[in-house]
């Protein structure tokens, strides 16, 4: 099992870090699946719009809703998520199957045993490495819901790209 997650300290560096990393390896003809998280900057506002681009092919989805002002709930849209969990899953089935999973973020719902954390389970079954990202207050979660099989990879584009290829070499 190859299991994988990164962790940043600036906000939205690892959903830039993991969008890159996506359209480097999809450059070097890897065949990927997952979402990675491209955020719409809002200048109105002090919260940005959350969509993922859904991978191999790019369809982005709005995962985000807007509470109002004042509000201080979660602003996921678990609907928008499931559909694109969906979309990732029906992926791993494809002909041929991805080689990668890129998953933007382990968060909340995931720690929670929702969103992409079935499919994270679901990848790994089928022998496809998982890259995630991880925030830390879900690093507890992540770490016991990998089981000691997970490793933390810097925050370094090169690096993840290594340890991608060496993965992606060692289940084909």
């Known amino acids: 099992m190859h299991l994988a997650y990164v962790m940043t300290q600036e906000r939205g560096a690892t959903d830039r870090l993991l969008s890159e990393l996506a359209e480097k390896l999809q ?40 509470l109002g002002a004042g509000a201080r709930g979660c602003r996921l849209n678990p609907e928008a998520l499931e559909r694109a969990v969906g979309k990732v899953s029906a992926a791993l089935q494809s002909d041929p199957r991805p080689q ?43 770490q016991a819901f990998a089981d000691g099989m997970a490793v933390e990879a810097g925050p370094n584009l090169d690096a993840l790209i290594a340890w991608a290829g060496q993965a992606v070499a060692e289940t084909a």
């Open 27 to 66: 450059a070097k003809g890897f065949r990927l699946a997952g979402i990675v998280q491209t955020n719409v900057e809002c200048y109105d506002k002090e919260l940005c719009d959350m969509d993922v681009r859904v991978l191999p092919d790019g369809e982005t989805i709005r995962i985000s809703q807007s």
């Open 100 to 142: 990668l999973m890129i998953v933007n973020k382990f968060g909340k719902h995931e720690a929670d045993g929702r969103g992409m954390r079935p499919i994270i389970g679901e990848a790994l079954a089928l022998g496809i490495p998982v890259i995630s990202g991880v925030n830390k207050m879900n690093v507890e979660p992540f």
